[in-house]
């Protein structure tokens, strides 16, 4: 399955050993991202680092270690999609357009997520972390 993954799905999977951790290193899905999802990382990467008390390093290494199951998709990818997601979200987030214009030019299954306000687009089917898990355990 191909999802775009949301940064608050992310950063759950960094927080701790949890189930998103495990959603995103599960081999039954392929998740992308806009390359910009590192600079909204990063601009957390200080405050994460005390919540949950671990040094930079070891963030970085967890970080870099979720990283090698998502693909960062450059601005030069999904630029021609980012006008309609903008349109689509403007209403919405339009902090978050460039996750839709991902998921529109690598025609993705969908968006992981739990921000409600997803639900009020209808480019990309939302999924959420609930769902992930049930579709994990069909598969077994």
């Not at 999609?81 to 902090?95: F, G, N, S, W």
């Not at 306000?117 to 355990?137: M, P, S, W």
Request: hydrophobic fraction near 40%; charged fraction near 30%.
């Amino acid at each position: 399955m191909r999802l775009i993954i949301d940064t608050n799905r992310l950063i759950a999977g960094l927080l701790k050993d949890s189930t998103s951790r495990a959603i995103i290193l599960h081999e039954m899905f392929q998740f992308y991202a806009p390359d910009i999802i590192i600079s909204e990382i990063e601009t957390y990467k200080e405050y994460l680092c005390e919540k949950v008390k671990i040094s930079p390093t070891d963030f970085d290494i967890i970080l870099y270690t979720l990283l090698e199951n998502i693909d960062l998709i450059p601005y030069e990818t999904f630029k021609t999609h980012l006008q309609e997601a903008e349109e689509t979200m403007k209403d919405v987030d339009i902090k978050d357009s460039p996750f839709i214009a991902v998921g529109l030019a690598i025609k993705a299954d969908g968006i992981w997520t739990e921000d409600k306000h997803f639900y009020k687009q209808n480019k990309l089917r939302v999924y959420t972390t609930k769902e992930l898990i049930d579709a994990i355990k069909g598969t077994k």
